[in-house]
């Protein structure tokens, strides 16, 4: 969710086919019942409720979402921004990676190691629309030095961290 911290990363949890064919029909339809995933891993459906309440308990599945098109609402433009801090105390970095997830337009936001301290992607209606989330939200900020935007041609989805 927007302005969380982010969780400490956990020890890899031991899957076996049944996790992963849960897994992966999830990852293909998160509308998927109960009933229809049973099925897809061969597997009982009371055994499936377990599974899946095991796998998030245990924090493999996170949650599950729709994905929105930006186009269809009216943000075709899509972009990279990155932010170069001046000065890098913890208190500021955590405060302002929070401003900038709830930033209107910004899909996700990554905190990064090495020449920036942030990139943005974002998506929003035209060159104006960008042009005001950088001037008006982002460099703002006193401890903002400097922003570089890169304009994204085409985005598409990776194959993800399951196994084939």
């Known amino acids: 969710m927007a302005g969380e911290q982010p969780k400490k990363p956990q020890p890899p949890v031991a899957l076996d086919g049944t996790d992963l064919a849960i897994l992966a029909a999830l990852v293909a339809d998160g509308r998927t019942t109960n009933a229809a995933l049973a099925a897809r891993a061969g597997v009982a459906e009371s055994t499936c409720a377990y599974r899946v309440r095991a796998l998030r308990e245990s924090g493999v599945i996170t949650g599950v979402r729709a994905h929105l098109s930006p186009e269809a609402l009216g943000r075709p433009l899509h972009a990279i921004i990155k932010v170069r801090l ?75 961290v399951l196994p084939a």
């Open 86 to 160: 001046g000065t890098h105390s913890r208190e500021f970095v955590h405060h302002l990676y929070g401003r900038l997830v709830d930033l209107p337009g910004v899909l996700t936001v990554f905190h990064v190691g090495g020449d920036d301290d942030f990139l943005l992607h974002a998506a929003v209606a035209g060159p104006e629309a960008l042009r005001d989330l950088i001037l008006e939200h982002i460099t703002v900020h006193p401890m903002v030095r400097q922003t570089e935007t890169q304009l994204v041609f085409e985005v598409r989805e990776g194959r993800g």
